[in-house]
């Protein structure tokens, strides 16, 4: 069985101060992938990353990046200089094998607040 | 734009009510979802289809009931067996497992 753990309930940060948010997953599939949304107050998943199981470079864009490590079943996300709109929940997710239809299961999520 | 419409956006029932969620996408994804998010446990799998005509549960279907007549339309249906109804559902779709996932804004049902 599949599952995503992300031990972090709640950060709070000041805005500019930097942050990682874990996220450490269980699979016995050799391919997967992983997932990072951020879900603002509105409610909708907004689509983040995706990383294949066989790629493990960092990948930065903007202020974000990700640090996908098989050896420890982990795939990280730092936000640099953290800003007020970054405010949100965020959830790590996996999925199985591609096929027609791969389900996700996703972690609990790691609710971030950026204060001023 | 394409993208996945859900409504409403609140739903109030009443208990022992039978209540359908509606979800529909514009994208020509092939596979669609239905989630569930409870506070502080994530997303939770109810329902998944790869085609029209053909569903599969998915972790916590019990409850719950869908149709895919079209490939466009995935309705959800929380019947009165649900016993803890109330929740944020959330609607997804993908072209192919493993791709991208394009999630839908959500209907909050409120059961009193």
């Known amino acids: 069985a599949q599952k995503v753990t992300q031990a972090q309930t709640e950060i709070s940060v000041v805005e500019k101060e930097d942050v990682t948010l874990d996220c450490v997953y269980e699979t016995r599939d050799t391919t997967y992938y992983l997932f990072w949304y951020k879900q603002p107050p509105s409610g909708e998943l907004v689509f983040l990353i995706r990383r294949n199981s066989f790629d493990e470079q960092n990948e930065i864009s903007g202020r974000y990046s990700w640090n996908f490590q098989k050896s420890t079943s982990s795939f990280n996300f730092t936000i640099t200089a953290s800003q007020v709109v970054d405010s949100a929940v965020y959830f790590c997710?996996?999925?199985?094998?591609?096929?027609?239809?791969?389900?996700?299961?996703f972690g609990t999520g790691t609710r971030l607040q950026v204060t001023l | 734009d394409g993208g996945i419409t859900q409504s409403p956006k609140y739903l109030f029932r009443k208990e022992g009510q039978n209540v359908t969620l509606s979800c529909e996408q514009n994208?020509?994804?092939?596979?669609m979802y239905w989630y569930r998010q409870d506070p502080g446990q994530g997303l939770r799998l109810i329902y998944y289809?790869?085609?029209?005509?053909?569903?599969q549960k998915g972790d916590i279907a019990e409850g719950y009931s869908v149709s895919r007549e079209k490939k466009e339309s995935f309705p959800l249906t929380v019947t009165s067996a649900q016993k803890n109804p109330t929740a944020f559902y959330l609607c997804a779709s993908s072209l192919r497992g493993g791709d991208g996932y394009t999630f839908g804004s959500g209907t909050r049902l409120t059961v009193v």
């Open positions: 997710a996996l999925s199985e094998a591609p096929g027609t239809a791969s389900k996700l299961t």
């Open positions: 994208l020509n994804h092939d596979a």
């Open positions: 289809s790869q085609i029209v005509n053909d569903f």
